[in-house]
């Protein structure tokens, strides 16, 4: 009978024995009442024909006896197989309680194992996985346009916009949204007393509200008119916490502007995710150099039955159209329609799926650990299970039996792992809010518990597996007999095999984790182009306040108050610093016909470049030369002179920010600025970008007034004097200014910090996992070397009886050691060769195959292989000769 | 054994409460049940073998009856049936509604006058 016969009569109950007794009961009954007749007198056939006829319809009879007969069966069946799981459990609870210790070590371990898994999942789910929480989230979607590279790029121009809104087909709706999450000032309007702060906002176009079907707590989303009109719409969080929950509409200063709420926003489903406050905008530019002003991005709700395809296409068209028309256009090359969930997950993707891939890896260590584990203890259960073997136990029993105590284990682990994965899944949401895109959103369902089932019942029978298989194999007598059995890490037990695999996936983890710090390493040791010690960054913006005309003054005697401050060695100002959010302009330079030439335009005060400590290289810096009126005058980076004018010195040479000057951002109407001086190239986006082409014009001669609305206020304190001294004087010098503007204060070192934290959060998570993993492979190997070492102890004795030397035995038991580890770590090597080519994308400066991090790898690998053989290596040169000699 | 045409059909779950009455006395086979049966009423039930043998087996479902393969009195392999405890309590509860049943119609049919 084959198993799986087995298993299908377990439920179904089929059975040709019950149909041969169902046969015999009716053929018995038969035969009586035949005999019966025949004794009253009738022939052998009349009497048989009778008793057939009074029986009744046979043919149903059996069948209906054979049904009840097989219902009857199947449960009693049932009920046995039950029984039997009962009393394995129970076995399995006794062993449990009679090896504490090992009975610890495994739930801890399947409690880690599972725990993080789970844990990781529940982030992966949530943030790669599931829809956005939009009602049909899947019909949204991102708008980009593509340049002639044929590359997509997610900003676009509200001129492109407006072509598509007249002429698409495709879409039910589309909005814009402003690329960058501004910090707005947020006064009570009335209450000069309360301090202002800074929210986040983002300007929308009316529809915008439509386009996500984001339900709205109380109020309205925006409508058309709203663009003429004074309002603002808020997130829920804020309307509790600051508002107070007030009825709307109620009236707020945004930015020096009194504005009437209208709407909230529901908790959670603000978009882009954190924003607290919105305001509507009207595009209104439209045709020429406006296409090239790309400054939001659009989303859009696909039509009912309209694939992404088909919007793309549409889009494209009409893009091209466009272009056509308008040769200026840089980013008319094609269009494209994107999932809107990629664009919000956008790089997490990668680390999340290496996190996925670090965690699976340490859940198989751990099993294998736990197998490991798991055949020691068989091992020493030998002459038990010979004997039940003996008794007529079923291989299948055994097994069965073996792995329900695995599964027991496993189910106490996995049931804490999931307690752990719910703790560790909240710290997350909660810590990882700034760097996680959709972090708000992680948290444990269903399904996730669905996973953590699984996973438990997966892990426990991978653990148990093999120990099952092998304890029940083998045949009784040598056990029987009385002596040791085999021992368990002796030849021919998968318990050699278990370790050198852990040791192999441990290595590859070590590996990933050595790349990843050695990138990290790099990347901080990059030079900057700007000191970092000792200087604070002071963030605060105008609009709204003050006349425009006084805005130049003011910022010079906010200067004048800073510098009086003891403590502050110098202060600039500059539109834009290192770390804070930079705009690029489109430029023309003389004698060049590119038009796609572009720099990175910043507006500066005369000390900026001191202050920063941004070296000048040639020429001059800005200085009183410099007024509004004087001829206009730039500094240039060493990036821009590269690429503009290479290999000739930059001063002198001219050049046009007219995307940034000119009026409606055309070149005929922007002046030629003439190069005076070079700087340094600075890496604006922190250690891990790139550096820029860059043009710094001077404070005074900015010819739009909203170039001087937002400045940096960067202050550089006296040598030796930390940065962080210098927030308190900053800040009253910001209110003897003006006690009514909002600033943000921050040392440059903290702002540093803050863009590189994610990569070093993804760093500390993969080192801990490295690390826990390189643990329990340890903790193998200890295990397995012990375990060989105190069956062989008398082997030892005789050993050392003989003569040899502590040295040699210590030998002997580390070469074992060596033989696995260095199997292992040979397949791990293979291994992480190829593995490691899935961390490209993360790695800066170093390349995947990076032979410094591979080696650093396997030697810590070895040092900590040497340390866990070891201690069991001298515990074999204390075997007493005169012990084992005497036992034998 | 009478004419089949004047045996009186069973009402429905009569037939098992015949069967757990007719164990009672001890455990038999499904002829002996059914030879025992129709001495008893002389013939006037009509209880068709393979409808006995259905109630035998669903009995033995309900667990009102365990049963097992014995030798009969003839040297014949025959599948004796006996009474469960529940089987007897059953057997109890079951007479004694019967009992109030029949006693209560009765006791209106046998009423020769609308007021006595």
């Known amino acids: ?888 | 054994m009478g004419n089949d045409r004047d045996t009186l059909p069973l009402l429905k779950g009569t037939l098992d409460l015949l069967v757990l009455k007719t164990l009672s006395w001890g455990p038999m086979h499904g002829y002996g049940i059914a030879s025992w049966l129709e001495g008893r009423t002389d013939g006037e039930l009509g209880v068709e073998d393979s409808a006995l043998y259905q109630a035998l087996h669903r009995l033995e479902g309900r667990g009102l009856l365990e049963a097992e393969w014995g030798v009969s009195e003839n040297n014949r392999r025959a599948r004796y049936y006996r009474l469960t405890t529940r089987g007897e309590a059953h057997l109890r509860a079951e007479t004694e509604t019967w009992l109030r049943y029949t006693r209560s119609v009765t006791g209106i049919l046998a009423v020769t006058s609308p007021t006595a």
């Open chain 1, 1 to 888: 009978m084959t198993r799986y016969r087995r298993l299908f009569r377990l439920f179904l109950g089929t059975d040709p024995e019950i149909e041969r007794e169902v046969e015999e009961e009716i053929r018995s009954h038969l035969e009586m009442r035949t005999a019966e007749l025949e004794r009253r007198g009738l022939s052998p056939q009349a009497a048989r024909a009778e008793a057939e006829r009074r029986f009744g319809d046979v043919e149903r009879a059996r069948r209906g006896l054979g049904s009840a007969a097989r219902v009857r069966q199947g449960r009693q069946r049932r009920h046995d197989w039950l029984a039997s799981v009962a009393a394995d459990a129970s076995l399995a609870l006794r062993r449990a309680r009679s090896t504490p210790t090992q009975t610890l070590a495994a739930v801890v371990t399947f409690m880690l194992a599972i725990g993080l898994t789970t844990a990781g999942f529940t982030v992966v789910d949530r943030v790669l996985i599931r829809s956005l929480p939009f009602p049909d989230a899947d019909r949204l979607v991102a708008l980009e346009t593509a340049d002639s590279t044929g590359a997509g790029i997610r900003y676009i121009s509200t001129a492109v916009w407006l072509d598509w809104v007249g002429a698409e087909r495709t879409l039910a709706s589309s909005a814009l949204h402003s690329s960058r999450t501004e910090r707005w000032t947020f006064a009570w309007p009335g209450d000069a007393g309360r301090e202002p702060f800074k929210i986040d906002g983002v300007m929308v176009t009316p529809g915008f509200f439509d386009v996500l079907r984001v339900p709205m707590v109380a109020g309205r989303g925006f409508v058309e008119e709203d663009a003429e009109r004074a309002v603002a719409m808020v997130s829920e969080g804020f309307w509790r916490g600051a508002l107070g929950s007030a009825a709307l509409p109620v009236e707020v200063e945004l930015n020096g502007r009194l504005r009437e709420v209208v709407g909230v926003v529901r908790r959670g489903l603000e978009y882009p995710p954190g924003t607290v406050a919105y305001l509507p905008f009207v595009p209104r530019y439209r045709g020429g150099e406006a296409y090239n002003w790309l400054n939001f991005f659009g989303v859009a709700r696909l039509d009912e039955g309209a694939t992404r395809e088909q919007a793309s296409a549409d889009l494209a068209a009409i893009a091209r159209a466009s272009g056509r028309s308008h040769p200026e256009a840089v980013y008319l090359h094609g269009a494209g329609a994107i999932p809107l969930r990629d664009h919000v997950v956008g790089d997490a993707r990668s680390y999340l799926g290496l996190l996925m891939g670090a965690v699976t890896v340490l859940l198989l260590i751990a099993c294998a650990n736990l197998a490991g584990l798991g055949v020691a203890r068989a091992s020493t259960r030998g002459p038990e299970l010979a004997l039940r073997i003996s008794l007529g136990a079923g291989r299948r029993r055994l097994v069965r039996q073996l792995l329900t105590e695995h599964l027991s284990l496993a189910l106490v682990g996995g049931g804490l792992g999931v307690v752990l994965a719910y703790l560790a899944t909240g710290a997350v949401a909660d810590r990882a809010a700034g760097q996680l895109p959709r972090a708000a959103e992680i948290g444990m369902d269903l399904r996730v518990l669905g996973f953590a089932c699984v996973v438990t019942v997966g892990a426990g029978l991978l653990a148990g597996i093999v120990p099952a298989l092998w304890a029940s194999r083998g045949s009784p007598r040598p056990g029987l007999v009385g002596g040791r059995g085999t021992a368990a890490g002796g030849r021919g037990t998968p318990g050699a095999l278990l370790v050198g695999i852990e040791v192999a996936l441990a290595l590859v983890l070590l590996t990933g984790g050595g790349l990843l710090l050695r990138s990290f390493v790099l990347v901080l040791d990059r030079d900057l182009g700007y000191d970092v010690e000792g200087i604070v960054a002071a963030e605060s913006s105008l609009t709204g306040r003050h006349d425009v005309e006084r805005w130049p003054s003011f910022w010079a005697e906010l200067e004048d108050r800073i510098a009086a401050r003891p403590g502050v060695a110098s202060v600039g100002f500059a539109s834009a610093i290192p770390t804070g959010i930079g705009g690029t302009g489109f430029i023309e330079v003389e004698g060049l016909a590119d038009r796609r030439a572009g720099a990175a335009y910043r507006v500066v005060s005369d000390r900026y470049f001191e202050t920063m400590g941004i070296a000048l290289l040639e020429g001059r810096s800005f200085d009183r030369r410099d007024q509004r009126g004087t001829e206009r005058v730039t500094v240039v980076n060493r990036s821009m002179a590269d690429r503009y004018w290479p290999g000739e010195s930059p001063i002198g040479m001219r050049v046009k920010a007219y995307s940034m000057e000119g009026r409606d951002g055309t070149p005929e109407t922007a002046p030629w600025l003439t190069v005076v001086g070079l700087v340094e190239d600075i890496r604006h986006h922190g250690h891990v970008g790139d550096t820029d082409p860059e043009m710094y014009v001077s404070l005074r001669q900015a010819p739009h007034a909203w170039h001087l609305s937002a400045m940096t206020t960067v202050v550089r304190g006296r040598p030796g004097l930390p940065a962080d001294r210098l927030a308190s004087p900053v800040r009253a010098a910001f209110r003897e200014q003006d006690p009514g503007l909002a600033v943000e204060i921050a040392t440059l070192d903290a702002r540093l910090s803050e863009l590189l934290s994610t990569r070093g959060m993804i760093l500390v998570v993969l080192a801990g996992f490295a690390a826990l993993s390189l643990l329990l492979a340890a903790l193998g190997l200890y295990g397995l070397l012990s375990f060989a070492v105190s069956r062989s102890m008398r082997e030892m004795g005789i050993r050392s009886a003989l003569g040899a030397q502590r040295a040699r035995i210590l030998w002997l038991v580390l070469r074992r050691a060596l033989g696995v580890v260095v199997i292992g770590a040979a397949a791990g090597l293979v291994v992480a060769f190829w593995a490691t080519r899935l961390l490209e994308a993360l790695l800066v400066d170093v390349a995947p195959r990076d032979p410094v991090s591979f080696a650093a790898a396997l030697a810590v690998l070895l040092a900590v292989s040497t340390a866990a053989a070891l201690v069991p290596a001298r515990r074999a040169t204390r075997a007493d000769p005169v012990e084992s000699l005497r036992a034998s």
